[in-house]
């Protein structure tokens, strides 16, 4: 089956290209998808540009928007199995993970199908009763949607819901690495009745077929999320054209716990906040800031509870943590490993690929600690995106905010303590997107997901991420118009 999908139909690229996509867990072809060229991603742009100009979906009531992001919910669920499984072996997290994944981007579509059918604009008080002052919101237009590698169906979802409850056409452009649940997402919106032109799809590299989405005159906006580096070339290439972009970046994420926190619960969320997906999360909580009293106990134990972590293949029920997502990946992965030894940090376990040869055919890393670690240090401040948790420790409340804040990233943080005074201070003096009071991962569609400083541009999810596909148009109407004599008096 051709995997491109342009103007209502699913076409093969035009010049030929493939590129298999591979299964992390043991390096076996999954699928052979489409390479698109840069004329596929142009056909998509104009296919996307004639749907929003000229095509039916610009009569389509929010109404009629809002039952096809039901419907497409409904369907995401009536296939929830098949998605899942299509995940895990794509990216090689644990079935559990994916499932939960299709469960939470449901919830997406369902929201914004409410937020659709709720969004009737406001009247504004233009002081003159003989005015009426109205604020609506419209579409962008034609949306470029590129998505990252790590949670590729979820990434996608949260462009896709919002833009369509907006009415806005889209283009959308997964990773080259994962792209076979943004394969099925196109099939359910055009199973739901998306009109020709409304979603297409194009698969392939980010250069040509990102850098192509991002560079036309024909886009209005660039919605991405992915590393830094492309984000601030896709920042400079939309800047030619005037696009507006949303960017959603990475995290080197603060998880501070105090010497008064729930023992249990917090290291249990430590864990979880590193080797959840193999550390392969925006937010993962890599950087435990620990206090000093409390520091000694708490890595002794935790360090215990990595070396437990069961690897293995994401179908497996027993697996706890999958592969890293590629051969590419471990090894920059491997490199922060290196660097971080090279700096001093003190490896506690880990630090080194997996003995069990039912693995080796797999991406894994075992799952690694570093105790001795400071903000100088470069394990610290980047993104490693792998298994790598760092312990840094503090004494005073105000040195676990500086260490917290101690990042040019700013996505989430955690605080961890018993003393709700102390938690709400210091969640207040965080600057990242999220914080969380003694817990660690949760978001939830009707609040806004986003980062501070180099974490990125704008806000998904909640209204912020509807807003971010619209134009707003401000509508002043004079009932009673008289003339003002001011020329030609
Ligand atoms: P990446 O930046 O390498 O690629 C992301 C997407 O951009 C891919 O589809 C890629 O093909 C495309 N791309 C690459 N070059 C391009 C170009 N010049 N023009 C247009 N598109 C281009 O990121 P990745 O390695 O796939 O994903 C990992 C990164 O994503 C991490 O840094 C992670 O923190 C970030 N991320 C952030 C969030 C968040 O919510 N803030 C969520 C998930 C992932």
């Not at 369509?164 to 690495?177: D, Y």
């Amino acid at each position: 089956m051709s995997t491109l999908f342009i103007d209502g139909r699913w076409v093969s690229a035009t010049a030929g290209g493939t590129r298999q996509v591979v299964n992390p867990f043991d390096q076996s072809v999954i699928r052979t998808v489409d390479e698109a060229a840069a004329t596929d991603a142009e056909a998509a742009v104009r296919a996307a540009r004639a749907a929003f100009d000229d095509g039916e979906w610009r009569g389509w009531t929010a109404r009629r928007r809002s039952l096809l992001l039901r419907r497409v919910a409904e369907l995401l669920q009536r296939d929830r199995a098949e998605i899942a499984r299509l995940e895990t072996l794509d990216t090689g997290k644990t079935l559990v993970e994916s499932g939960i994944d299709v469960d939470e981007v449901t919830s997406v579509f369902e929201y914004y199908a409410t937020q659709a059918e709720s969004d009737p604009g406001r009247l504004v008080d233009a002081g003159n009763p003989a005015v009426r002052s109205r604020v609506l919101y419209e579409p962008i237009g034609v949306c470029a949607l590129i998505a990252p590698w790590n949670y590729p169906l979820l990434q996608i979802a949260w462009k896709v819901a919002p833009a369509l409850a907006a009415g806005n056409t889209m283009v959308l452009k997964p990773s080259e690495t994962t792209p076979l649940t943004t394969i099925k997402l196109v099939e359910l919106l055009d199973e739901a009745g998306a009109p020709a032109g409304v979603a297409n799809l194009v698969l392939g590299a980010g250069d040509p077929v990102g850098s192509t989405l991002t560079e036309s005159p024909q886009v209005d906006m660039v919605s991405f999320t992915g590393g830094l580096a492309t984000g601030s070339a896709i920042m400079a290439s939309a800047a030619r054209t005037v696009k507006k972009v949303a960017l959603e970046l990475g995290g080197k994420n603060p998880n501070i716990v105090f010497a008064d926190a729930d023992f249990e619960a917090a290291i249990d969320y430590a864990l979880i906040a590193v080797f959840f997906h193999a550390g392969q999360v925006c937010s993962a909580g890599t950087r435990l800031v620990v206090e000093d009293a409390l520091h000694d106990e708490f890595v002794a134990e935790l360090t215990q509870r990595v070396e437990r972590i069961k690897l293995g293949n994401g179908l497996d029920a027993d697996t706890e943590s999958g592969p890293l997502v590629s051969a590419e990946h471990r090894e920059k992965v491997e490199s922060y490993v290196s660097i971080a030894v090279d700096e001093g940090a003190r490896l506690l376990t880990g630090g080194r690929r997996p003995d069990n040869p039912k693995l080796a055919r797999g991406f894994f890393y075992l799952p690694t600690v570093f105790d001795d670690c400071h903000g100088g240090m470069r394990v610290v401040q980047e993104e490693t995106f792998g298994p790598i948790m760092t312990v840094e420790r503090f004494s005073e409340i105000e040195d676990a905010v500086r260490i917290g804040n101690d990042t040019t990233y700013g996505l989430a943080a955690a605080v961890w303590t018993g003393e709700a005074r102390k938690a709400e201070y210091v969640a207040r003096a965080l600057r990242h997107g999220t914080v969380w009071i003694n817990d660690f991962g949760p978001y939830l569609p009707q609040a806004e997901w986003g980062g501070y400083k180099r974490s990125g541009v704008g806000r998904e999810l909640g209204h912020a991420g509807l807003a971010e596909y619209q134009e707003a148009k401000h509508i002043y109407e004079n009932t009673a118009p008289e003339p003002q004599r001011w020329f030609a008096r």
